[in-house]
């Protein structure tokens, strides 16, 4: 109703202001709902409202929010971009809460392209501030608990998606936030052979995804399910929870995801012999993941398929490198810098 004239349009309220959250609320919602793509253009005209109009902090929130869904449709290095960028303008603003948000933001991004050391420092330090401002931290821990699974910490992985759920049961109002520690909880339960663990978990967490139709979560849960599925030998059951996730995926787009399901599906095939059908599974796989290019490309992915690839006998895929000279000069932030939030800092109470 706020946009008569469609979505390509502005608006129709008076105030820029006004304007810019209702294109940020849009923006959410096709988020939320499946289609990251076409939120990506609506956070970006909320942007530029706020700058236009001098509003730093709604800026560094859109820049923020562009940055989460720019990561999930593979455009690692300007979702990058982004929320540095976001982060200088909220630091300018003093706004701790939100500084912690776009943390969040940046190390998910950091950990999905590999890099250990600086996904580390982002998601700490979010947790920190979360801690000390006296604000819900359940979706830091929840991505602390991805960036452990991804680097093989399963143990670790498994004690912070535990404390994620139990921040969410504390706060109570998040559904999102129970849907995302209980998969991350069956995920490490399965990386630790606890299947009966992992089914519970991951079916908890796929039946609350699909009341509300969070996409975003579905489908990596169907991939975790499937993945269950195939080591416990049922390779049939595998395929079709596979197959329900094939369209989402390709529509969101969501390609890092995609590209963890055709790694599922190559080894799915690997088990059954097919050894052609594989090396096309996992060359899909690796393309998915290649994104931007090494280094914004989805590690996790990549490394998945290159090893598929590699036990087949089969080549990589030829594929365009990360060229920097078509890209804007990436924003310079210091992600933990010396102040009362550094890792060595006495942490002190405050307040939003």
Request: glycine share 6%; with cysteine; hydrophobic share 40%.
């Amino acid at each position: 109703m706020l946009f008569p004239d469609g979505v390509d349009h502005l608006p129709r309220l008076a105030q820029p202001v006004d304007r810019g959250l209702a294109l940020n609320g849009l923006a959410l919602a096709y988020k939320l709902s499946g289609q990251p793509a076409r939120s990506a253009p609506l956070y970006r005209r909320a942007a530029a409202i706020a700058s236009q109009t001098n509003r730093n902090d709604n800026l560094a929130v859109g820049l923020s929010n562009l940055s989460g869904v720019l990561r999930t449709s593979g455009q690692l290095r300007a979702s990058e971009s982004a929320a540095r960028r976001a982060l200088t303008l909220m630091r300018e603003e003093t706004n701790r809460w939100q500084e912690a948000i776009i943390l969040r933001w940046f190390g998910e991004t950091l950990a999905a392209r590999g890099d250990a050391g600086n996904s580390a420092l982002s998601l700490d330090r979010s947790l920190r501030i979360f801690t000390s401002i006296d604000e819900y931290d359940g979706f830091t821990l929840s991505d602390l608990a991805q960036r452990a699974v991804w680097f093989g910490e399963y143990t670790a992985a498994g004690h912070l998606a535990n404390r994620a759920w139990n921040s969410a049961t504390q706060y109570g109002s998040f559904e999102r936030a129970f849907i995302l520690a209980a998969r991350l909880q069956g995920e490490t339960a399965l990386a630790l052979n606890d299947f009966a663990k992992a089914d519970e978990r991951l079916h908890h967490a796929l039946t609350r995804a699909r009341a509300v139709n969070h996409v975003e979560e579905e489908i990596p849960t169907l991939i975790a399910l499937a993945e269950l599925r195939r080591r416990q030998g049922d390779r049939k059951a595998a395929r079709e929870l596979l197959d329900d996730l094939w369209d989402p995926a390709e529509r969101g787009p969501y390609p890092l995801l995609h590209s963890d399901a055709f790694n599922v599906m190559a080894q799915i095939e690997r088990d059954e012999g097919n050894h052609t059908a594989a090396s096309e599974a996992a060359t899909k796989a690796y393309r998915l993941a290649w994104c931007d290019g090494p280094p914004f490309a989805y590690h996790w992915g990549l490394v998945a398929a290159q090893k598929h690839l590699q036990e087949l006998g089969a080549p990589e895929p030829v594929m365009p490198p990360f060229d920097e000279s078509k890209c804007e000069p990436m924003p310079e932030v210091e992600i933990d810098p010396q102040d009362e939030f550094h890792e060595n800092s006495p942490q002190e109470a405050g307040s939003k």
